[in-house]
Nanobody, 126 residues
């Protein structure tokens, strides 16, 4: 099991930047594909970004491509989401997720991920 805790959310003005962190406690973190998802009321949970266990492969939703960057530091058991050029439509609860399968492929659907953090609120004002 990979317990996850997100942090770094908050209020930011449109055009600004924010970095989210996800700290994992599991011993297998360096072997787990990780992802970031977000959800707003009335909408399905949406894939934002994903990264493979070795950090060499990443994927992004079209809506955030070129603005968001996912990265990981396996020595610190932490995955990050660097967000720039934020827009009001980026407002959501952001969730960190981990796949249970070791060295798993990079999936963009929420049901492929087995472990989830509690979420952190990101609010972008105009």
């Amino acid at each position: 099991q990979v317990p996850l805790v997100e942090s770094g959310g908050g209020l930011v003005q449109a055009g600004g930047s924010l970095r989210l962190s996800c700290a994992a406690s599991g011993h297998s973190f360096s072997r787990n594909t990780m992802g970031w998802f977000r959800q707003v009321p009335g909408r399905e949970r949406e894939f934002v970004a994903g990264i493979t266990s070795n950090g060499l492969s990443t994927d992004y939703a079209d809506s955030v491509k070129g603005r968001f960057t996912i990265s990981r530091d396996n020595a610190k058991n932490t995955v990050y989401l660097q967000m720039t050029s934020l827009d009001t439509e980026d407002t959501a609860v952001y969730y960190c997720a981990a796949q249970g399968e070791l060295y798993g492929s990079l999936w963009t659907t929420a049901w492929k991920y087995d472990y989830w953090g509690q979420g952190t609120q990101v609010t972008v004002s105009s």
